[in-house]
């Protein structure tokens, strides 16, 4: 697969322009502030997670390829679900064709059944999801996995406690309690996914500029990763594809999806990308752009094969057709990303002093000095307890 890299514009000939009525497009447009998007298992349903509307979109889509090899994509119908639970969603997975798993950064990992085709309906609690992280964990990201035992993983991205935990879904529908899988290394882990074959799980860390490939299974929450992938400034939604011969990767802090692939033994030492699609033009994407690590892409998924679907603020759905994507090497992508990593760490020491320098005057004043025996009896309580 070839990939073009076009400045300042889209990917030529490779954005697939999609029909919809006009009442779906108005109904897309109110989906605010989007981070994940997942295709059902049939491929008849695209599921959005809408953050700032606290709501999971649902969006019908049918995909044909013509005589000429064109893609054809039509969105029929769209709308926005609320249910009991559903907070600041930031991860969707489908758990069948009629129930999603949804990831609440201001909650915990929820489960819902979906309304019918067409209706306006809201979504239902489905099973029990007691063994989900708790409230305040940070729940950003989730897979489901079909294992060979007829049991269903649960992968979930706590993104405040650093960790991947993997949960397993009874038929009954009751979630069991999470293993870690993954935290070595990982600084705000904002996505996550499995290769088909099972052997690989890719974890976006925020915080440190990298996607971090894991060996799976992993043998303790402590393994280091295989492979540590640099080029994307903020990466975000990930999608092994093409047989596990692609990993794709979102760039929430530049206008591209990232294009990584294996070594002939599998993922292992570090790499750049080894090519990148350009997804939004300038305009869109500065538009979006509050700070450095927003405007670009979130979510990401793979459509019929060879279809990219994704969704970010103010772009609720996008499709790219990766056949017809062209070659165009941007090799000045590398030396950005290694600027913005510079920068991040000269932000980092800054806010660092700033800190330093707001407790050095907190210590001067009356009530640090007044509290000093209470921290002293606290310090030794921790002691003690070893914690």
């Not at 999971?56 to 926005?80: H, K, M, Q, Y």
């Not at 249910?83 to 798993?101: I, L, S, Y």
């Not at 529908?173 to 870690?180: A, C, D, I, T």
Request: glycine content about 10%; charged content about 25%; proline content about 5%.
């Amino acid at each position: 697969m070839t990939i073009e890299v076009a400045s300042g514009r889209t990917t030529s000939g490779a954005r697939i322009a999609f029909d919809a009525p006009a009442d779906v497009r108005a109904a897309l447009d109110r989906a605010g502030r989007t981070e994940d998007v997942r295709i059902s298992p049939d491929g008849r349903r695209l599921a959005l997670a809408c953050y700032s509307e606290s709501a999971i979109g649902l969006a019908d889509v049918a995909v044909e390829r013509t005589s000429s090899e064109e893609v054809e994509v039509a969105v029929t119908g769209f709308e926005l679900l609320r249910g009991p639970g559903v907070r600041e969603p930031h991860g969707v997975e489908f758990v069948t064709n009629d129930v999603v798993a949804v990831a609440n950064r201001g909650g915990s990992v929820a489960f819902y059944s979906l309304p019918g085709e067409g209706s306006n309906g809201e979504l239902l609690p489905w099973g029990d999801a007691a063994g989900a992280p708790e409230e305040g964990e940070g729940p950003g990201s989730v897979r489901v996995r079909w294992e060979a035992t007829g049991e269903r993983s649960i992968f979930v991205c706590n993104n405040w406690v650093d960790t991947v935990t993997r949960h397993v879904l009874g038929a009954d529908g009751v979630l069991g309690p999470g293993e870690v899988v993954a935290h070595r290394r990982l600084e705000l882990p904002d996505g996550v996914a499995l290769s088909d074959d099972g052997r690989w799980l890719a974890v976006s860390s925020h915080d440190s500029s990298s996607v971090l490939v894991f060996a799976f299974p992993a043998r303790g929450a402590q393994d280091e990763p295989a492979c540590i992938l640099r080029g994307a400034k903020c990466p975000h939604g990930l999608r092994f594809a093409f047989d596990d011969q692609r990993l794709l990767v979102a760039d929430a802090a530049a206008p591209y999806v990232h294009v990584f692939e294996p070594d002939a033994g599998g993922w292992a030492d570090a790499a750049y990308p080894s090519s990148s699609i350009r997804v939004l033009d300038d305009a869109t994407f500065e538009r979006r752009r509050r700070n450095r690590y927003e405007g670009g892409p979130k979510g990401i998924d793979v459509l019929a094969g060879d279809v990219l679907v994704l969704t970010c603020e103010g772009t609720p759905l996008a499709f790219f057709d990766l056949a017809r994507a062209t070659d165009d090497a941007a090799r000045d992508l590398r030396l950005q990303y290694e600027l913005h990593v510079l920068d991040e760490r000269s932000d980092l020491e800054q806010v660092a002093a700033d800190l330093r320098r707001e407790l050095d005057a907190i210590r001067q004043g009356k009530a640090w000095k007044l509290l000093q025996p209470a921290r002293a009896t606290y310090a030794r309580l921790r002691g003690l307890l070893g914690r």
